[in-house]
């Protein structure tokens, strides 16, 4: 009875001995996920970071893009009255010039009949 009791002892030790090396696998298992958590969540928090500086900088873009649709607008409008105003011009100068032709032709008949009266 003393042996098996003994023998019993022993195995209950070396099960305990097994039971503490498993229990101290899984905290060692345990301590490693925590720190891949700690990792992951550090990650997390840089990317939420980075997607918020992409955002601002999105809505910068978008806000300089239509400042600059704006823009090109009154400069569509500046150009168009410009080119009106150069028809315009055009067109004077045309009657400009037909006058002035007028005039060289009525001068032209002028200056004979004054020279010959």
Known sequence: LQLQAEQT????????????????????????????????????????????????????????IEELRGENRRFAMALQAAELKQKSMEEKNQLLEEQASALKQLIGKITPASLSG
Do not use: M
């Open 9 to 64: 002892c022993r195995q209950l030790v070396r099960t305990q001995e097994e039971h503490e090396q498993l229990l101290q696998a899984a905290v060692e298992q345990a301590e490693g996920l925590e720190q891949s958590l700690r990792n992951a969540e550090a990650v997390l928090v840089e990317r939420a970071a980075q997607l918020r500086d992409a955002q601002a900088q999105l809505s910068r873009n978008k806000l300089l």
